[in-house]
């Protein structure tokens, strides 16, 4: 049985990382007047509540969205995903990605969401039920609905890492979904560990080669004494215009936080 839960985590600091830069890409991708395909492998339960007790007891979302939603103005997507969330679900309401994703989304895009956890699903499908929801393995799930319709598309892998193998694994699913949907939008969160062990997996990734990809890491302090998690990774192959300059702007952010 799986025991990670986002809500320990959610509006931490690599999620401001991997949800800013998400909404940037599909604000720009939504802009086209075609319907594009939004298809998420790990979808949590897409709705959080900040002043819940998970969200207290590790203090991650204080370390991050808390003190860096100044970082956005209000017409960014990141803000409107935050404002379109608190208008769903109160005040202290926090969007994860569904939520980040459905901001920027029109009425006639196609918004696809695996996720393995019993309880998860449930609070994913109160939330979104606009979405095709599936109570399935999302790695598998990408393998078999891909290349989607409509083809056009972004696919977000954003797994827990609970499992060991998934470091090759995941790479793996990568490669295999460019293959099969080489239009597509693809992109991969994966936390930067001070023990190191994120290495398997931006190995498998380099070796893939940089053709057609951008990559954006950012570094933050551990949220509490002894946390392994030192930073944030996103890759993406396809990446949307102007992605890669928007990036470059968020690392700054964090890079000036950390002095
Ligand atoms: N993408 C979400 C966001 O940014 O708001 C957070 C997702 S969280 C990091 C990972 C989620 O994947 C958890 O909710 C977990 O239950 C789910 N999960 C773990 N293994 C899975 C699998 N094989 N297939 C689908 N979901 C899985």
């Keep these: 049985m799986l025991s990670y839960q986002h809500a320990y985590h959610a509006g931490n600091a690599a999620d401001v990382h991997k949800h800013a830069l998400l909404a940037l890409a599909l604000d720009y991708m939504a802009r086209k007047p075609k319907p594009l395909t939004y ?3 790990h979808a949590g339960r897409a709705l959080y509540n900040l002043s819940g007790a998970e969200a207290r007891k590790t203090g991650e979302a204080a370390a991050g969205i808390a003190r860096m939603e100044g970082w956005f103005a209000p017409d960014h997507p990141y803000a409107r995903a935050l404002s379109e ?5 109160g005040p202290d309401a926090y969007p994860g990605s569904p939520l980040v994703a459905r901001a920027q ?3 006639d895009d196609r918004i696809v ?15 979104l ?5 599936h109570d399935a393995d999302g790695p598998a799930l990408a393998l078999s609905l891909t290349p989607p319709d409509p083809r056009r598309g972004f696919l977000l892998v954003d797994p827990s890492y609970e499992v060991k ?5 995941i790479p793996t699913l990568i490669a295999q979904v460019r293959r099969k ?10 936390p930067l560990l001070a023990s190191g062990a994120h290495r398997e997996l931006t190995g498998k990734l380099e070796a893939m080669g940089p053709e057609g990809t951008a990559r954006s890491e950012v ?19 396809n990446p949307p215009w102007g992605w890669d300059e928007a990036a470059r702007a968020l690392e700054l952010r964090f890079a000036l936080l950390r002095g």
Excluded: C, K, N
Aim: hydrophobic fraction near 50%; glycine fraction near 10%.
């Design 105 to 107: 989304l029109r009425g």
């Design 129 to 133: 039920p606009v979405a095709e929801i």
């Design 113 to 127: 969401l695996a996720e393995r956890h019993p309880q998860e699903v449930a609070a994913l499908r109160d939330a």
């Design 85 to 89: 969330a608190r208008a769903q679900g």
């Design 165 to 169: 193998t998934e470091w090759s694994a």
């Design 219 to 237: 570094r933050f302090p551990p949220a509490r004494e002894g946390h392994g998690m030192i930073g944030s990774g996103l890759w993406v192959a």
């Design 181 to 190: 949907w080489p239009v597509g939008v693809l992109m991969l969160w994966y």
């Design 39 to 41: 298809f998420e492998t």
